[in-house]
């Protein structure tokens, strides 16, 4: 596996709360709509973050990062501390190894 077991993430969770069998499971089902930021559950972007970890720390960052998103993706940011919690860790990982290009979540 190439995966990343990240338990600080993990324990962002809401308790009970478990992936699916990851992301190639929603590929299979073309009636769902796995993608649109619905935030399904409290700490999640849309489905397909449900479905691994790693596809919820992508799906965050990749909101975040694409400029005709990002104001939903703040909206969300803002309104659920879990996510927020979530997009801190990230930032904080990548602003330790990059030299800070990651941004604070501000309201737009």
């Given at each position: 596996s190439m995966t990343y077991d990240w338990p600080e993430w993990n324990k962002l969770?809401?308790?009970?709360?478990?992936?699916?069998?990851?992301g190639a499971s929603a590929y299979a089902d073309i009636t769902?709509?796995?993608y649109s930021p619905v935030h399904p559950e409290k700490g999640f972007m849309n489905l397909y973050s449900m479905t691994?970890?790693?596809?919820?720390r992508c799906e965050?960052?990749?909101?975040?990062?694409?400029?005709?998103?990002r104001n939903k993706a703040?909206?969300?940011l803002l309104s659920d501390h879990i996510l927020m919690e979530k997009?801190?860790?990230?930032?904080?990982?990548?602003?330790?190894i990059t030299g800070d290009i990651i941004l604070p979540v501000e309201p737009q």
């Open positions: 969770n809401i308790a009970g709360f478990e992936y699916g069998s990851g769902t709509d796995y691994g970890d790693e596809e919820d965050i960052l990749a909101f975040y990062l694409t400029d005709s998103e703040v909206e969300l997009y801190s860790l990230l930032a904080n990982l990548i602003n330790n």
